[in-house]
């Protein structure tokens, strides 16, 4: 039977410190594996109804411990990541777009690998970050001592792609989340055997396009006939419901993957799983009628799965029907695992340790807090409020969710003092955290002390001249059509420790534009270095893309050595620019790869 929680109780109160019991020692505390899907969408698994497909492993998770009936995320991914770090909403910590710099998490936020790392745990992250690349936003910085996979928002490959390992450029190994599988299942041996306790994260980035999924999942779907539609079937893109819904089934083996390696080590009742998605679905298909997809603040933009299991501990097939956010995951997991989370700020989360293990309803304690909690939705200015029984929408509009879950039909003349009370509450929310957002003026740090690596792709670079970015889509792009001398790439950058740097391109140039040279410069260094060397791939991915992509197509970049450059510390701009260009143009860039040189720099001490 199942045990249906219909309230909330907040029993510990969570702010500018979140206080726990005392820590235990390390050995006694649970292990965390949390997977974190990417543009999945509520409705994209069996255990929410879904006919069209299985995902047996993920419906496992319900079976075996908590789902959450009512649990939201952000409309989009970067501001979703940042929160469940945080356990505060997005825009506090700077987060406000997907790409070019927005998607950096301030630098005094505390992130839940931090808590996790202070309490003794080893910590990693294998997959999509998307909340900063240059160290410290980089995930080595900000609590993960390991992390494999790529930290933009998108990526153009997902067969054995350009990728990073703790900041070093790495060429990935077979289909993109198999391979963070592959790599987490090696960490979790590894701590295992060391009887360390581990904070694993898995933020996959499927079913997020471009739509590639091997052949073993593609071929159910090829053909197959969807038994659920999208609420307005004639906005269905049915290949893609089909590419989305094989990545589905894949990313649900790999679950299945990482359950059974906790059972072959006999962990599985040490460990706490979590897992939900970054947002609602990437295209209309199904998802049980609810109004919205990504990047909408309506309840099918933004409502997610979320299931914890934790054997001995959590009820196996409980369900939760109170409301919860990403924002709660932080406090709630810190609880469950007996640490202390000391932050500088205060958190917007609250812990849901007490609906996770409860025996029975009776133990619930109601109060008023539990009737009036608010859940706020934000994107590009848009703020949707969730209470218990109501959405206001971003334009005002109230629906009562529990009479009308599609929202349908505005009861706000009906409900006025309801509407208006929610009302006040985006404002005043409005007036808190949005003023400022986007006015950024944080440079892209090159050389902290404690890391070797500084990645500046095209991504985060502004092309001046003829220069063109390939896609309008930034953070998988490359820069082309670099005709004259006086086009150039430049970044805003600080840099934190001075010294001297390796600086290594990633590049093709075509055999006619053999002899090109550019320079490197910051304030008074100078670099210049040439092309020697004809490299000229081909744009690959339409081949294994199951439908058409919107984002831009790739290259295999080579890494192409400038030289080494001594830079001063301090802001600047960062130029690169063509001094001879003997062919078309002079090369098609990705990525600039700056690495400090520590032996040279103790040699000139």
Same mark, same amino acid.
């Given at each position: 039977?199942?045990?249906?929680?219909?309230?909330?109780? +907040?029993?510990?109160?969570?702010? +500018?410190?979140?206080? /726990?019991?005392?820590?235990?020692?390390?050995? *006694? #505390?649970?292990?965390?594996?949390?997977?974190?899907? @990417? *543009?999945?969408? &509520?409705?994209d698994l069996s255990s929410s109804g879904n006919q069209n497909l299985a995902t047996p492993n993920v419906d496992s998770l319900a079976d075996d411990g908590a789902s959450f009936d009512r649990f939201f995320v952000c409309p989009v991914c970067s501001p979703t990541r940042a929160e469940f770090l945080t356990g505060r909403y997005h825009p506090r910590g700077g987060v406000y777009s997907t790409s070019t710099g927005g998607e950096r998490l301030d630098l005094d936020e505390t992130t839940i690998a931090d808590a996790f790392q202070a309490a003794g745990y080893a910590t990693a992250a294998f997959g999509k970050w998307h909340n900063g690349m240059q160290y410290p936003y980089h995930p080595n910085g900000r609590g993960f001592e390991e992390f494999y996979g790529f930290c933009s928002g998108h990526w153009g490959n997902y067969f054995s792609p350009m990728l990073e390992h703790n900041g070093q450029i790495v060429r990935g190994d077979g289909f993109v989340i198999d391979d963070f599988t592959n790599r987490a299942l090696t960490f979790i041996d590894y701590q295992a055997r060391e009887a360390r306790p581990f904070f694993v994260y898995l933020p996959y980035n499927t079913p997020h396009s471009p739509m590639q999924v091997p052949d073993r999942w593609w071929n159910k779907f090829r053909e197959k006939e969807l038994a659920l539609r999208h609420r307005d079937p004639q906005k269905e893109n049915v290949p893609h419901t089909r590419a989305a819904l094989a990545m589905c089934e894949n990313i649900d083996w790999n679950v299945g993957r990482i359950l059974q390696r906790l059972d072959e080590l006999d962990i599985a009742e040490d460990t706490i799983v979590v897992y939900f998605c970054d947002n609602g679905p990437n295209g209309h298909r199904w998802n049980d009628g609810m109004k919205g997809h990504k990047g909408t603040t309506d309840e099918g933009g933004v409502r997610s799965p979320l299931y914890v299991r934790w054997p001995g501990h959590i009820e196996p097939g409980s369900n939760v029907g109170s409301i919860a956010a990403a924002i709660d995951l932080l406090p709630t997991l810190a609880d469950l695992a007996g640490i202390e989370v000391t932050s500088k700020t205060e958190l917007d989360g609250v812990s849901l340790k007490p609906l996770l293990t409860l025996s029975s309803v009776s133990d619930l304690v109601a109060s008023e807090e539990t009737r009036v909690r608010m859940i706020f939705s934000h994107w590009r200015g848009r703020v949707s409020v969730r209470t218990q029984q109501y959405r206001l929408d971003h334009e005002g509009r109230l629906f009562d969710m529990l009479s009308d879950p599609g929202q349908h039909r505005d009861i706000a003349s009906e409900q006025p003092a309801v509407a208006e #009370?929610? #009302?006040?509450?985006?404002?005043? &929310?409005?007036? %808190? +955290? +949005?003023?400022?957002?986007?006015? *950024? @003026?944080?440079?892209?740090?090159?050389?902290?002390? @404690?890391? =070797?690596?500084?990645?500046?792709?095209? #991504? @985060?670079?502004?092309?001046?001249?003829?220069? =063109?970015?390939?896609?309008?889509?930034?953070? /998988?792009?490359?820069?082309?059509?670099?005709?004259?001398?006086? *086009?150039?790439?430049?970044?805003?950058? %600080?840099?934190?420790?001075?010294?001297?740097?390796?600086?290594?391109?990633? /590049?093709?140039?075509?055999?006619?534009?053999i002899g090109s040279s550019v320079e490197l410069s910051l304030n008074d260094s100078r670099l210049t270095g040439q092309i020697l060397t004809a490299h000229d791939p081909p744009l690959h991915g339409a081949a294994d893309d199951r439908v058409e992509r919107t984002e831009s197509y790739v290259k295999d970049f080579r890494p192409v050595k400038l030289g080494s450059i001594a830079l001063e510390k301090g802001r600047g701009t960062l130029t690169l620019r063509a001094l001879k260009i003997p062919g078309t143009q002079a090369l098609d860039f990705r990525l600039l790869m700056l690495s400090q040189s520590p032996e040279r720099d103790r040699a000139s001490e």
């Amino acid at each position: 039977m199942k045990l249906f929680i219909s309230t909330f109780s +907040l029993v510990v109160s969570f702010a +500018l410190v979140l206080e /726990c019991q005392y820590p235990a020692p390390a050995a *006694d #505390r649970p292990n965390v594996v949390v997977f974190l899907s @990417d *543009d999945q969408g &509520w409705g994209d698994l069996s255990s929410s109804g879904n006919q069209n497909l299985a995902t047996p492993n993920v419906d496992s998770l319900a079976d075996d411990g908590a789902s959450f009936d009512r649990f939201f995320v952000c409309p989009v991914c970067s501001p979703t990541r940042a929160e469940f770090l945080t356990g505060r909403y997005h825009p506090r910590g700077g987060v406000y777009s997907t790409s070019t710099g927005g998607e950096r998490l301030d630098l005094d936020e505390t992130t839940i690998a931090d808590a996790f790392q202070a309490a003794g745990y080893a910590t990693a992250a294998f997959g999509k970050w998307h909340n900063g690349m240059q160290y410290p936003y980089h995930p080595n910085g900000r609590g993960f001592e390991e992390f494999y996979g790529f930290c933009s928002g998108h990526w153009g490959n997902y067969f054995s792609p350009m990728l990073e390992h703790n900041g070093q450029i790495v060429r990935g190994d077979g289909f993109v989340i198999d391979d963070f599988t592959n790599r987490a299942l090696t960490f979790i041996d590894y701590q295992a055997r060391e009887a360390r306790p581990f904070f694993v994260y898995l933020p996959y980035n499927t079913p997020h396009s471009p739509m590639q999924v091997p052949d073993r999942w593609w071929n159910k779907f090829r053909e197959k006939e969807l038994a659920l539609r999208h609420r307005d079937p004639q906005k269905e893109n049915v290949p893609h419901t089909r590419a989305a819904l094989a990545m589905c089934e894949n990313i649900d083996w790999n679950v299945g993957r990482i359950l059974q390696r906790l059972d072959e080590l006999d962990i599985a009742e040490d460990t706490i799983v979590v897992y939900f998605c970054d947002n609602g679905p990437n295209g209309h298909r199904w998802n049980d009628g609810m109004k919205g997809h990504k990047g909408t603040t309506d309840e099918g933009g933004v409502r997610s799965p979320l299931y914890v299991r934790w054997p001995g501990h959590i009820e196996p097939g409980s369900n939760v029907g109170s409301i919860a956010a990403a924002i709660d995951l932080l406090p709630t997991l810190a609880d469950l695992a007996g640490i202390e989370v000391t932050s500088k700020t205060e958190l917007d989360g609250v812990s849901l340790k007490p609906l996770l293990t409860l025996s029975s309803v009776s133990d619930l304690v109601a109060s008023e807090e539990t009737r009036v909690r608010m859940i706020f939705s934000h994107w590009r200015g848009r703020v949707s409020v969730r209470t218990q029984q109501y959405r206001l929408d971003h334009e005002g509009r109230l629906f009562d969710m529990l009479s009308d879950p599609g929202q349908h039909r505005d009861i706000a003349s009906e409900q006025p003092a309801v509407a208006e #009370r929610l #009302r006040a509450a985006v404002a005043k &929310w409005k007036q %808190e +955290l +949005l003023p400022g957002l986007g006015e *950024d @003026d944080r440079p892209l740090l090159i050389g902290h002390p @404690d890391f =070797q690596f500084t990645q500046l792709p095209a #991504r @985060d670079a502004q092309p001046h001249g003829n220069i =063109q970015r390939s896609n309008r889509y930034p953070n /998988c792009s490359f820069f082309t059509n670099w005709t004259d001398p006086n *086009d150039r790439i430049t970044w805003d950058v %600080e840099v934190v420790a001075p010294g001297t740097y390796d600086a290594v391109l990633y /590049c093709t140039c075509a055999e006619q534009d053999i002899g090109s040279s550019v320079e490197l410069s910051l304030n008074d260094s100078r670099l210049t270095g040439q092309i020697l060397t004809a490299h000229d791939p081909p744009l690959h991915g339409a081949a294994d893309d199951r439908v058409e992509r919107t984002e831009s197509y790739v290259k295999d970049f080579r890494p192409v050595k400038l030289g080494s450059i001594a830079l001063e510390k301090g802001r600047g701009t960062l130029t690169l620019r063509a001094l001879k260009i003997p062919g078309t143009q002079a090369l098609d860039f990705r990525l600039l790869m700056l690495s400090q040189s520590p032996e040279r720099d103790r040699a000139s001490e």
